[in-house]
T-cell receptor, first 116, second 113 residues
């Protein structure tokens, strides 16, 4: 079974700093997708960034980038120039790429606070 | 964005009562999911559906049942609510461009007293 582990329950940084959230996963699959979701106090789940396992290039979305280490099964999220609006729970998730129903497996989450 | 709505947004119920949560989508996607969110556990899959009347269990299905009589509606029922089912419940759909993951509803906060 696939598992996802986020080892940092809480993090706190000052506005404009760079912060990295860690995620490791366990799978025997070769083709899969990895995601980072953001959950602000509004409770809405928002997709931040995705990575396809067969792509070696790390995904980037504006201030958000990932460090994908397939051999190490590591998928960290870097937020550059952090803003107050980045304060949220962040979830790492793994999705197996197969025909039929695809299931997302989530990590425990990291609560990130950006301080002014 | 795919239209997905959950109802109710909040609910307080008593132990032992039945509760039904509704998930409604507007774009006829095949796959729908119910998750629960609890501190320290992230989101865990309760049940999912891959078509009308086609459902299967997730990792935390005990005490829950689901039904999907129409493509657009996926219902989650707690037959006899318990305090351990106090949680935030999310419905999700898998759009046709499935490589981009799920689209989530806004969640239902359920409190069982």
């Amino acid at each position: 079974a696939q598992t996802v582990t986020q080892s940092q329950p809480e993090m706190s940084v000052q506005e404009a700093e760079t912060v990295t959230l860690s995620c490791t996963y366990d799978t025997s699959e070769n083709n899969y997708y990895l995601f980072w979701y953001k959950q602000p106090p509004s409770r809405q789940m928002i997709l931040v960034i995705r990575q396809e396992a067969y792509k070696q290039q790390n995904a980037t979305e504006n201030r958000f980038s990932v460090n994908f280490q397939k051999a190490a099964k590591s998928f960290s999220l870097k937020i550059s120039d952090s803003q107050l609006g980045d304060t949220a729970m962040y979830f790492c998730a793994f999705m197996k790429r197969i025909q039929g129903a695809q299931k997302l497996v989530f990590g425990q989450g990291t609560r990130l606070t950006i301080n002014p | 964005d795919a239209g997905i709505t959950q109802s109710p947004r909040h609910k307080v119920t008593e132990t032992g009562t039945p509760v039904t949560l509704r998930c409604h989508q507007t774009e006829n996607h095949r796959y729908m999911y119910w998750y629960r969110q609890d501190p320290g556990h992230g989101l865990r899959l309760i049940h999912y559906s891959y078509g009308v009347k086609d459902t299967d269990k997730g990792e935390v299905s005990d005490g829950y049942s689901v039904s999907r009589s129409k493509t657009e509606d996926f219902l989650l029922t707690l037959e006899s609510a318990t305090s351990s089912q106090t949680s935030v419940y999310f419905c999700a759909i898998l759009p046709d461009s499935r490589n981009y993951g799920y689209t989530f509803g806004s969640g239902t906060r359920l409190t069982v007293v």
